[in-house]
């Protein structure tokens, strides 16, 4: 019907430039246009007495618009576009092979057959008659075929579409290369097409036009979008995960989650699906040291079209590590006593502890030796930085030198470690801290000096992001746990704090007889580490008012001491964007290199020794990273499927600075598997991004005379006459009709 009307394709008008072809200057056309519609006026007054002003406007307004329409045509209106010379140039025909093509529609027949149909049925000879013609299949990249082979059954486990598009640009910058029409599912499992390729395509000026086959929404399916767990956690300690869900046809349902360690259930919980995008929060414990191998599950439902796509794996590292925590406490207290023994019975944390018994004495528990904190609070960052937590009790900031203070703001900005900061007689704003250099990394804004500690029994409850947080988990069950935190004993004491920052999470409030809410527990990212603020010294009163045997207070600390020192990084710190491949064999590996002092150290030799299955062993010298000091990097080519781990160590003149152990593992057969509907989407952003068109697989027939008009390749400009298109008539004879039919209605014919 476009071409019925317009004569021409879309790819005309939207790569075209509109000109007037007539002999005479366009100043012209525009005064002709106003002596003519002045003339209209002139003529039309006399009757307009016999209308009202707006009635009379309507008629001149259609007259003028015929008049000027009709001068128009006589400047020959045309458009300039750019077409493609026939046969010197190149038209890539793209198809995908991936495994997802073979997936049935609903007419039975897979997405690979339609493709297939769709080229032999007219569109390779339509286009041949026209250029030279390179067919590719792709999955993992593009590679050239015959006409014999094009066709062959599906069989790549992955579909990447930015490389295949990189190959294409590569070879253009030797051929004349007019256009590209690439034919696929846009199942895209590399994370979509990155901008680099978009600009590069520009670049070359090469318009890609998709043509997209499959489903865009499948009627019952429910798919494990994403799996997020920290990729290293400490042995014993609970891991915060969430899961993505995506659903169709199955709302007012209910699915199960789990996540398993091969037949050990680890954490599992009910879902109703109530709309399309879900997230659910699980809490499990890490166990043991070694390479935990989770897998994220959703227990298939009747009905569904994918059950392939129920399930994600995840490693996560977890380490034997001993992190070592200073305590740094004011006075003696209840709090103290309390946090040492919870301290004392996990045998993953080292509590270090200074306590100031009186104004010029320090009683030291869990040093190493005599000499750990002989002299006080650490005057060196390298001593201080030894360390993977720090706690500030009921002490005053005067108690710190200001070079202290910068230390202890550094401690988590440049060393990355957790610091928390209790309330107390002389903590936070009693203490003065708010007009120290540490104020600014505080979660809160203190308020200023003055009766901030209260000694009232309050209540406490979580906050809604404490609901979640594996910091504030008291029980398993996630509303038990919420009940849980109110009908704890009242806390002793507590301290206002002031509002907590933009960017910190409100965990947990407390509930003062009389007074409203303030904050109990606030925590915030700061520099490369976290801070946390816990406004009371009376959490000891859940011990003192439970069962002896209750512990859920030993319990709190515990957690609180592992979230301090969990995300610690060493002086060496590998990393990689992805712990699991599914079905690619490049691992991208990042290490992080700093001194004792914890800057970046950009002279040191950083190696990667990997063991694999079957024996392999294999080591990887990284290389520096130009853009960023103390990062160096490197890509290993993972060689088959399985379980592996890379020890990374880096040294200056043979000296070792430190090592790092990271797990990762790589799937074969399952990339396919995911986001198995039609990415309409990313096909369209594609084409338009790159001056292409969208077609589904019945406008395609159109593609070949479209792609004529393209700035790529070899070309010649064509001028196009518009003065003969037949809706100029259709809008003239409206015009008319338009007018005449007011006329009769109004009565003024």
Known sequence: MFEFLFKYPPAVYSRGHYVL????????????????????????????????????????????????????LLWRPAISVATLRPQQNIVAVLLDSSRSMAIAD??????????????????????????????????????????????????????????????????SASLPFGAVVLLSDGAENAGGIDFDTIQRLRQTRIPVHTVGFGKEKLSRDIEVEDFSVPQRTLAGSRIEARIALRQSGLTGETARVTIRDGDNVLAAQNVNLTSEAIAVPLIFNAGAAGALNLIARVDPLPG?????????????NVSAHKPRILYVEGEPRWEYKFMRRAADDDPQIELVSMLRTTPNKIYRQGVRDQSELADGFPTKPEELFAYDGL???????????????????????????????????????????????????????????GATFQRVYSNTELAPAGMDSALCRLDDDPQKNVERWKKMPEIANWQLVGDPKPGAALLAEIIPPGHRKSPLLVTEPYGRGRTAVLATGGMWRWQMRSDHTDKTLPTFW????????????????????????????????????????????????????????????????????????????????????????????????????????????????????????????????????????????????????????????VTSREMLDLWDLPVVLLLALGLRAAEWLLRRKWGVV
């Open 21 to 72: 072809a007539g002999p005479w200057p366009w100043w012209v056309l525009v005064a002709l246009v106003l002596i003519a519609a002045v003339g209209l006026y002139w003529n039309a007054r006399r009757r307009w007495t016999l209308m009202s002003n707006l009635r009379a406007a309507a008629i001149w307004g259609l007259q003028t618009a015929l008049i000027a329409l009709l001068l128009l």
């Open 106 to 171: 609903e007419d039975g027949h897979s997405r690979f057959d339609a493709a297939s149909r769709l080229l032999k049925d007219g569109l390779i000879d339509s286009l041949g008659r026209r250029f030279q013609m390179r067919l590719y299949r792709f999955g993992d990249d593009a590679h050239r075929v015959d006409t014999a082979h094009l066709y062959n059954p599906p069989d790549s486990p992955v579909t990447r579409i930015a490389r295949s598009l990189q190959d294409i640009a590569a070879e």
């Open 304 to 316: 569904e079209e994918n059950t392939a796509n129920n399930a994600l794996a995840r490693v996560v």
């Open 391 to 449: 706690i500030i009790g009921s002490v005053e900031a005067s108690w710190f030198t200001p070079a202290q203070q910068d230390m202890i703001r550094e401690f988590a900005g440049r060393r990355g470690g957790g610091v928390l900061f209790l309330g107390g007689r002389f903590g936070l704003s009693e203490g003065g801290w708010g007009a120290t250099p540490v104020a600014e990394m505080l979660p809160v804004r203190l308020p200023a000096a």
């Open 558 to 713: 515990r957690q609180m001491l592992r979230w301090l020192s969990n995300d610690t990084p060493g002086t060496v710190v590998a990393a990689t964007p992805r712990q699991v491949l599914q079905d690619e064999d490049r691992l991208p590996l990042r290490v992080e290199v700093r001194d004792k002092n914890y800057q970046p150290l950009g002279s040191a030799v950083v190696q990667a020794h990997f063991v694999g299955p079957d024996g392999l062993s294999e080591t990887l010298r990284l290389q520096p990273a130009g853009s960023e000091a103390g990062v160096y990097t490197a890509d290993w080519s993972v060689p088959k499927a399985g379980a592996y781990l890379a020890e990374v160590t880096a040294s200056v003149n043979g000296a070792e600075v430190g090592r790092d152990v990271l797990t990762f593992r790589r799937n074969d057969g399952v990339a396919e598997n995911f986001r198995t509907t039609q990415n309409r989407d990313l096909l369209e952003k594609l084409s338009q991004q790159t001056g292409g068109r969208y077609y589904n697989a019945r406008d395609a027939r159109h593609l070949a005379d479209e792609i004529s008009y393209s700035e790529a390749g």
